[in-house]
């Protein structure tokens, strides 16, 4: 039994290895065609490694990508797509922007109220998307793509209408009222790398305890692997749907906030933009595991952390992009065609085996 | 006695509603004359003559094309089984190949290269899909990153330093599409000669309906771009195509139940390709029409989300091109109207009022006193925004199309038939 676990660990991760370096063969050649030399690229890029400036960074831009790829995964984890992130997370920002410069705490009082009113923000969205699928049979996926952009409009004019204030002292940059001090998030390198990552580690921490350890989490696996069969044995379906979407709608809630807690201090337009989007090919990648999340979030932030180097070589940067694609791309198909190759392995065996007892019948 | 009197009189027909027997298309022709003879007293009430002016209608053609294209690469996607979420990446590529080869060869070119560049993508999401089973929604989000990515970075390789060109925009293209306008009817030339323009005249007078009349047939008939007009046309070709063709039959049957298609002898994975060829090239032809018809220069972010509203006005559309028409055109008027004047948008309460009333009107006869109270309520409420509000902002405005679609998914569920299969795991030769 340990031994099929061991075997099927190492398949999972040599397919998400190998994907990534199709992925970079690929771009290699996407490189030359454009007529830049890709051993110079990933020299450099690469090459970045080794510096402290790219590592914290790399943490630094790893801690959104943590958490957003967990509250992606806990859906996938029932099959359930929550491709909302973004927009939970946008909603969350601009409210807990607005609230947590309204009250007054002590320091680290603050800050986890903070936490916890983007946590409430982020899953009261995301609830809309819960009582439409549960209560009308909404696809998820629909319906959280237009929950995206309603949050986009709505969160965008409520900022424009009701709570921008023109900053005294720097550029034209338009922001909310700027958060009070006891509700920053305290660095633990001072500009480099922010407390939230400890944070994104508690909540993967978290997702796995929730998912692999308590009874919950068997259920909600339970219901992604077999829905009908975790019916039979008593798992209500809708409530599992709530509750896993809420749960994910909180986590999405905290995503945005290294950049806001951490960072600008205060909401403005493009704050901390695409980061729930970059949380499901993370989640993709990592496949769904806390373990796979970290090291694929590591990447994912490593990637575009080092693309400046590229600029100092005349490379656009956006190859990284390009690259992120890829290996969602990569990592699927592969996965798609291991699991078709290990169902066609199962069935030789299955068949060889009938044989032989139908051989020993006959003998 | 002869037979004939051994027959029983003809029992009298029995009372009906005047609406009851009628035709679909004459119910619809009553009921958009009847919109029409609202908007018309509004547009009088209020003297907001944008509201139906050929200006607006002309406009509204124009936004609505791009989302038009995309929501007809969405029908044809999940008509076949496949779910398109990666509509804006084919669009995206769409307009970059449109600005880029515009800038080479001139317009059409674009537009060529537009749809060659959108078949290949609609066949990387086929071939993913199709042949190695993938999510079909992870699919469509892996092609939107790659497509933002590879058209970034072609962008600084290709137009960085051109004249005219920079790291997120393309040189503007060589020539653009020239418009004309209809003889005699809105004042087009024949040779060189300038028609009188008849429907603009009546537009100009100003009458009640007759004037509305023209000039939302001044708008159709004048300032007319041929991919316009070739798109325009794909509605009722897809219809055609859908419910007459033995290939459209085929792409139903994908679409509904793959099994049993295939155990009819159809070979659904290749309709699959061929439906999300076609899908790519619609797509990319919306990109396009937003590099080479409306502007004549590819933008980074131009498609700005009208993918997605292409998503949204499948559903709305109920899966059908004629529905995908009026979906678009329904989604891209606000937009138009914002466009050309912000009072013409306010009027649009008072319309929504008056339709309200109507509609509570008819609940109350029926008995139903929830939903008339509900729209009593509504239209009391759009009336006091008509009243008070003087614009509306544009970012509520950009959100109204994901909110009408989720409205109606939640409330008209009933009435939706989305194709059966669409978007679930399939194999060649399962479930036999």
């Given at each position: 039994m340990n031994k099929q676990k061991l075997q099927r660990m190492a398949v999972t991760s040599a397919s998400s290895i190998l994907a990534v370096f199709v992925a970079l063969a690929i771009c290699a050649v996407i490189l030359l065609i454009t007529g830049k030399d890709p051993?110079?690229?990933?020299?450099?890029?690469?090459?970045?490694?080794?510096?402290?400036?790219?590592?914290?960074?790399?943490?630094?831009?790893?801690?959104?990508l943590f958490i957003s790829a967990a509250a992606v995964a806990i859906g996938f984890k029932m099959n359930l797509f929550n491709i909302g992130v973004e927009g939970q997370m946008r909603v969350a920002l601009l409210t807990t922007a607005v609230v947590g410069a309204a009250v007054k705490l002590p320091a680290p009082l603050h800050v986890l109220f903070c936490l916890v009113v983007a946590m409430i923000a982020g899953a009261a969205w995301s609830s809309i998307a819960a009582w439409l699928k549960v209560k009308r049979g909404v696809n998820e996926v629909i319906s959280t793509i237009m929950l995206n952009f309603i949050a986009l409009g709505v969160v965008a004019w409520a900022f424009d209408e009701f709570f921008r204030v023109e900053s005294e002292t720097e550029s034209l940059l338009v922001k909310t009222k700027t958060l009070p001090e006891s509700a920053w998030m305290p660095d633990i390198v001072d500009r480099r790398l922010n407390g939230m990552f400890i944070v994104a580690l508690l909540v993967l921490l978290f997702f796995w305890i929730l998912v692999w350890k308590t009874k919950f989490g068997?259920?909600?696996?339970?219901?992604?692997?077999?829905?009908?069969?975790?019916?039979?044995?008593?798992?209500?379906?809708?409530?599992?749907?709530?509750?896993?979407?809420?749960?994910?709608?909180?986590?999405?809630?905290?995503?945005?906030?290294?950049?806001?807690?951490?960072?600008?201090?205060?909401?403005?337009?493009?704050?901390?933009?695409?980061?729930?989007?970059?949380?499901?090919?993370?989640?993709?990648l990592g496949r769904n595991h806390p373990v796979g999340i970290l090291f694929s979030g590591l990447l994912f932030g490593f990637l575009s952390a080092a693309s400046g180097q590229l600029q100092l070589e005349d490379i656009p940067k956006e190859i990284v992009t390009i690259m992120q694609g890829i290996i969602v791309f990569a990592v699927v198909i592969i996965n798609g065609a291991v699991k078709r190759y290990d169902e066609q392995r199962i069935q030789r065996k299955a068949t060889a085996e009938l044989e032989r007892q139908h051989e020993a019948v006959a003998a | 006695m002869s037979t004939v009197e051994l027959l029983p009189a003809p029992a009298p027909a029995p009372r009906r509603s005047w609406l009851h027997g009628m035709t679909r298309h004459r119910k619809a022709m009553l009921l958009s004359l009847g919109a029409l003879l609202i908007v018309s007293v509004v547009r009088v009430f209020t003297e907001a003559d944008d509201l139906t002016s050929s200006g607006t209608v002309s406009a509204t053609i124009r936004v609505s094309t791009p989302i038009l294209l995309a929501g007809l690469a969405g029908l044809w996607a999940e008509r076949a089984g496949v779910v398109n979420i990666g509509i804006e990446g084919m669009m995206i590529v769409g307009s970059?190949?449109?600005?880029?080869?515009?800038?080479?060869?001139?317009?059409?070119?674009?537009?060529?290269?537009?749809?060659?560049?959108?078949?290949?993508?609609?066949?990387?999401?086929?071939?993913?899909?199709?042949?190695?089973?993938?999510?079909?929604?992870?699919?469509?989000?892996?092609?939107?990153?790659?497509?933002?990515?590879?058209?970034?970075?072609?962008?600084?390789?290709?137009?960085?330093?051109?004249q005219g060109g920079g790291e997120s925009q393309s040189p503007p293209g060589k020539k653009g599409f020239g418009s004309f306008d209809m003889p005699f009817l809105t004042g087009g030339n024949i040779g060189t000669w300038k028609t009188p323009d008849i429907l603009g005249w009546i537009e100009n007078k100003g009458i009640l309906l007759i004037s509305d009349i023209a000039g939302i047939m001044k708008g159709f008939l004048s300032d007319l771009y041929l991919p316009t007009i070739l798109a325009l046309a794909l509605v009722p070709f897809t219809a055609w195509l859908l419910w007459r063709t033995r290939f459209g039959l085929r792409m139903r049957s994908s679409g509904e139940s793959p099994q049993a298609g295939e155990s009819l002898g159809v070979n659904i994975a290749r309709v699959r390709y061929q439906a999300m060829a076609v899908s790519g090239a619609l797509a990319a032809f919306g990109g396009a029409y937003l590099s080479c018809v409306l502007t004549n220069t590819y933008r980074q972010g131009q498609t700005g989300g009208r993918g997605f509203i292409g998503l949204a006005t499948t559903i709305f559309g109920n899966w059908t091109p004629f529905g995908v028409l009026r979906g678009a055109v329904l989604f891209g008027f606000p937009e138009a109207l914002r466009l050309r004047s912000d009072e013409a948008v306010m009027a649009l309460f008072l319309v929504g009022a008056i339709v309200l009333l109507l509609l509570s009107v008819r609940f109350f006869m029926k008995g139903r006193v929830v939903p008339g109270v509900v729209s009593l309520g509504v239209a009391a409420l759009c009336v006091y925004t008509w009243n008070v509000v003087d614009a509306v902002p544009q970012n509520l405005v950009a959100a109204t199309p994901y909110a009408l679609t989720l409205i109606v998914l939640g409330a008209a569920r009933q009435q939706l038939r989305p194709p059966a299969h669409a978007g679930m795991p399939w194999r060649p030769g399962e479930n036999h």
């Open positions: 051993i110079k690229a990933y020299a450099t890029l690469f090459g970045a490694v080794t510096e402290r400036n790219v590592q914290l960074d790399t943490l630094n831009r790893a801690t959104p068997f259920r909600l696996r339970a219901s992604g692997a077999n829905g009908g069969a975790a019916r039979v044995t008593g798992v209500n379906p809708k409530k599992m749907i709530v509750i896993a979407m809420l749960i994910s709608g909180a986590l999405a809630g905290l995503v945005g906030m290294r950049s806001l807690l951490g960072d600008v201090h205060a909401y403005q337009n493009g704050l901390a933009e695409q980061q729930g989007f970059n949380g499901i090919a993370v989640a993709l | 970059w190949l449109g600005g880029w080869a515009a800038w080479h060869w001139g317009s059409w070119a674009g537009i060529g290269c537009a749809v060659l560049g959108g078949i290949l993508v609609g066949l990387i999401h086929a071939v993913a899909t199709v042949r190695f089973n993938v999510d079909h929604v992870v699919s469509g989000i892996a092609i939107n990153i790659l497509a933002a990515g590879t058209t970034e970075y072609l962008s600084i390789i290709a137009f960085k330093g051109k």
